[in-house]
């Protein structure tokens, strides 16, 4: 993991002292709200529907144990013993009051944790792949591009005060899991076919929300050397182009779409061009300082498959279910990254109590170098975990209440926080994920439905990347009740796609119904292990939106 | 107050969030008092003309220049069991807690000393 150096640490302390000095202005009455509210916008403290909420960034969704503690400790003294892992692979605190936010941000710098740019209109916390630097299909880790952007792009001076919110995302994966193509900027680390040297893929202009775009590639191929000045290019270019008279039209999406594509390539690689590459780009050396940071741990040598986890399997039926649905192939022999679920059937997704965010700690110190990580499904992984060791985390997860066997299944539903929280909703969303997840409680049947994402909003903003659910589900308001429009065909993976609208909107309670319609139709027309979105794909909506609008015309 | 194009209809009561806390607050007259804030939503003053109206909307302005809240608004209420309940969704929740965590929120008696807990 990256450790911070002299100036991040002095950077943290020095923002914390400012923020401190901030609130005690705005409680004296120095600063009106107008005045406080971009610089608390700036700490991660929004106010939402019943109280404050602040952001803390995880980059790239990496943390260790000592951090996860000190998250539970904060969530125990300053909150109410629960925090909310988000789609962005940051963790939200849902009921901190504002007086007692400086003493929050002290504790998060002491593990060199904080709140900056998790808000207002600069690039956020960068997110990457879960399994970075563990997965089979990996072609490098893309967390040390991740941290180099962090770095770069920390207090940039010409970037923070963007058109937007602006959100980069990294993979060195052939399997996209960081959602690439539905950020500002995706990157994704690959081959050169000739050179076989490790270059970008740059997408620009993804994003969900009112507008939802599929980033388009504006380079196929950029030199790993070139990455900053390419990067300041582009967004200089959306600095000065993207539209600042419509907050509805200002993400860099917007503009990649009315210039299009190719004119806005051009006018980048024109930048690009005059740009004073080497006096931007980072030192090799300081490269390669932050790689090493990222090095793999040092792993036992070990048979490629455990004996002693084949035994447990087969004694033990709900752990081999467990094992099959939670874990990946790892890079190192005898290893395996287990995925634990946030979604115990009825749960709020992505909650976790300060008890389990302890308990997490503790395996991860135990099992898995220290070491875990947030994924944008809202769910944590242990990274690094001997197979054999897998039978006694099961058993600790499960006193837990944290062994749910449903990663990537019906049940696993990304959902935002809705109206139950966020001041933005428009209607819940919690309670429509809860009600499916009892609909499709049976294992049994969970697994014979096999991989099936369900993301839900509560907003048109699309914090619950409800766009790229295999069904989506959008939560309105319509004539002063909560309306859901469901979506189907979305995919958040390097297949990326915009789920078409199926129908009208429905009341909460017909959700599930409409859920289990369309299930209902994929069962009956799948063929042999065929997905549920290879399903949609290859026969189209016509049978689902039939199916839906009977569900339509039975609540009617 | 936040400029409003219109009054919302009435009859409605006067919500914000405490500065300090985040907490919802109503604004309220304790006895014979002046307006003040309290955050059971079932003490809330509730205005039925626009003379009351007025009245909130002056507290409400003067306490966001003091500093004491923020967001602070009107909303427009039905009268249930003899309290006021607003009539939106929204809002309903908002004098509750999430609807997923009884026990979280007013619903589960936070900062009102009279409602039950669990």
Known sequence: ?556 | MAAQAKRVPLPAILLANDLLDGDVVFAFIDGSGPLAWTRDPALALVAADDAAAERLEAFAAAELRGNKVVDAYLVDVAIESGSPVPRHFRERFKTLGPSNRPDLGKQAGDGIASAPKG
């Open chain 1, 1 to 556: 993991m990256y450790r911070y150096d002299e100036f991040d640490e002095r950077f943290v302390r020095e923002r914390v002292a400012q923020f401190t000095d901030q609130v005690a202005r705005r409680l004296d009455g120095s600063l009106t709200e107008d005045e406080f509210k971009p610089l608390r916008l700036k700490n991660g403290v929004y106010l939402q529907l019943h109280a404050y909420m602040l952001r803390i960034a995880v980059p790239y969704g990496t943390l260790n144990s000592q951090q996860l503690r000190q998250l539970a400790l904060i969530g125990e003294r300053y909150d109410r013993g629960y925090g909310h892992f988000t789609t962005r692979q940051n963790l939200q605190f849902n009921w901190p009051k504002l007086r007692d936010v400086p003493a929050i941000l002290g504790l998060l710098a002491d593990v060199e944790m904080h709140c900056i740019q998790t808000s207002g209109n600069c690039i956020r916390n960068v997110t990457a792949d879960h399994f970075a630097g563990v997965a089979q299909d990996e072609i490098e880790d893309p967390r040390p591009t991740a941290e180099l952007i962090r770095q770069w792009s920390s207090a940039h001076p010409e970037f923070s005060y963007l058109p937007r919110k602006f959100k980069i995302a990294v993979t060195g994966a052939e399997a996209d899991r960081a959602v690439i193509k539905a950020h500002d900027i995706g990157l994704r680390l690959r081959r050169h076919p000739e050179t076989h040297e490790t270059c970008y893929e740059i997408s620009v202009g993804g994003g969900l929300g009112r507008t939802p775009m599929i980033g388009k590639v504006v380079r196929d191929y950029l030199p790993k050397k070139d990455l900053l000045a390419y990067l300041e290019a582009i967004m200089r270019v959306y600095n000065l182009e993207g539209r600042r008279d419509n907050k509805y039209k200002a993400r860099v999406k917007i503009l990649v779409h009315e210039i299009g594509a190719e004119e806005f390539t051009r006018r980048v690689e024109a930048e690009f061009a005059q740009l004073d590459g080497p006096s931007i780009n980072a030192d090799p050396e300081e490269v390669a300082r932050i790689a090493a940071y990222f090095a793999p741990p040092r792993y036992e040598v070990l048979p490629a498959v455990s004996n002693t986890l084949e035994a447990a399997k087969a004694a033990n039926p709900a752990f081999a279910r467990w094992v099959e649905v939670n874990t990946v192939p790892h890079k190192a022999p005898g290893y395996t990254a287990l995925t634990i679920s946030l979604k115990p059937i009825g749960q709020a997704p992505g909650d976790a109590t300060s008890e389990q965010m302890r308990r997490v700690a503790d395996l991860a110190e135990r099992y898995s170098f220290d070491e875990l990580r947030v994924t944008h499904a809202q769910n944590l992984v242990l990274p690094h975990v001997r197979q054999r060791d897998l039978y006694a985390i099961w058993q600790q997860l499960g006193e837990a209440g944290l062994a749910t066997a449903n990663v990537g299944l019906v049940t696993d539903i990304i959902s935002c926080p809705g109206l139950d929280y966020c001041a933005l909703a428009t209607a819940r969303s919690i309670p429509i994920a809860q009600a499916i997840q009892s609909r499709f409680a049976d294992e049994a049947r969970q697994r014979e439905i096999g991989p099936l994402g369900i993301k839900i909003s509560g907003c048109i903003n699309a914090c619950g990347h409800h766009h790229v659910g295999h069904i989506g589900i959008l939560g309105l308001e319509k004539r002063g009740i909560e309306s859901y429009q469901i979506t189907l065909g979305g995919d958040a993976t390097e297949n990326a796609a915009i789920g078409e609208i199926l129908g009208p909107g429905l009341a909460a309670e017909e959700v599930p119904d409409a859920i289990e319609r369309i299930v209902s139709v994929y069962l009956a027309a799948r063929s042999e292990g065929e997905s549920f979105i290879d399903n949609v794909r290859r026969i189209g909506l016509a049978p689902f939106k039939a199916a839906f609008q009977e569900t339509a015309r039975a609540a009617a």
